[in-house]
C-alpha cells in the first residue's frame, strides 16, 4: 500500500479530486501595493504623508518595524528606502476590485519638517495582479506605481 501511494504521488498523471469540477484552495495570502517613486534619492529620516479625500496617514522612514497602528486596531505595513516608498494593505479586499488606477495626495517631510516634495497628486496605474492559490481561490493582490 505504501509504494502505491509514493508511486502516485510522483506520478505525472491528473488524480481525480472527490468530485470534478471543484479545486482544491490554500489560504494563502497577499498584500495589494502601491510603490511611489521619488525624483531624486533621500538620505536621512523623513516622513511621507499620505491623503485621500478624509483620509490621511503620516509614515515615519525609514521605519523600525515598517507598521503603522490604526485608530481602529488594523494596520498597515509599509517600506522606506531611499528612491521610493511601498504601502500594502490585505489583497482581495472588496476596494481593490476592478480598480485600475489609485490617486494619492503625498507630501514628504524631512526630519526637521521641512518640505522636500510639497503636496503632489500621484495616480498609480495597475502594473500587474497575483493570484497566490490560483484564479478560481482568491484573493487577487494588485500592485500599483507611480512617480512624483
Known sequence: MAACVVVAACSNEPVAGPSPGLHTCFLIGCDSSFTITYPTSLAGSYSVTLAAGSWRETFACPASDGVLTLDGGGFYRYECGATSFVLFWPGG??????????????????????????PTTVVGTLGSTYEPNGPQCGPTCLAFGGSL
Open 93 to 118: 479586499d472588496p476596494p481593490d476590485g476592478g480598480v485600475s488606477a489609485i490617486s494619492l495626495d503625498v507630501t514628504i517631510a524631512g526630519a526637521d519638517g521641512g518640505v522636500t516634495a510639497p
